[in-house]
């Protein structure tokens, strides 16, 4: 058959010595690999006592905001969920009534929110939506859970403590020193 390119080469089918069906040397050349290794500076931290810093875009669990005063940011407008590529996102809005002004920001907000975390892929685009800076993505892991129904966040699990009435725990949710 005629070869296209002149790049063929034949293929070295010569037996093997001796020494090569032994596969020592490959072997012990493999082991010196491996003990190599333990004097390299290990790749592994010793997790949850040791913890590795995040990168600075590092995008963990959703925290829905407050402003200084306390009151929820989020007016329920639905663009965070219309944003998201997973329809991880389903929210109610209600009614501000009198007497609410220091618990909502705006005239609506979002009596329901909920965020399936299994759906979610961690992609920001509801915080880049958001435009009342409600929601973000905080340094903080979804915790592992045994139920599937244990992973869909509502709005008490993603709401961020009142800086008024429980500043330390504000602080802490927000990663800065109170
Ligand atoms: S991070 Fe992305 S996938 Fe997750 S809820 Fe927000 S928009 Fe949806
Ligand atoms: S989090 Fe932001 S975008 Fe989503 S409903 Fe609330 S205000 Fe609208």
Do not use: W
């Not at 592994?44 to 407050?66: A, D, M, Q």
């Amino acid at each position: 058959m005629q070869a296209l390119t002149n790049r063929v080469q034949a293929v070295n089918r010569k037996p093997m010595t001796f020494l090569e069906r032994l596969y020592l040397i490959n072997i012990i050349k493999g082991m010196l690999i491996t003990f190599s290794h333990m004097f390299k500076k290990q790749p592994t931290i010793r997790y949850p006592e040791e913890k590795r810093e995040f990168s600075p875009v590092f995008r963990g669990l959703h925290v829905l905001n407050r402003d200084e005063e306390g009151r929820e940011r989020c007016t329920a407008c639905g663009l965070c969920a219309v944003a998201c590529p997973a329809e991880a996102i389903t929210m109610e809005a209600a009614e501000r009534v009198e007497g609410e002004e220091n618990l909502y920001r705006e005239e609506k907000y979002a009596a329901k929110y909920e965020i399936n975390m299994l759906r979610c892929i961690f992609c920001g685009l509801c915080e880049d939506a958001c435009p009342k800076d409600a929601i973000y993505l905080s340094e903080t892991f979804a915790p592992a859970n045994y139920t599937r129904k244990g992973f869909v966040y509502a709005k008490s699990d993603l709401l961020i403590p009142n800086p008024k009435t429980e500043a330390n725990a504000y602080a802490e949710a927000k990663g800065v020193q109170a």
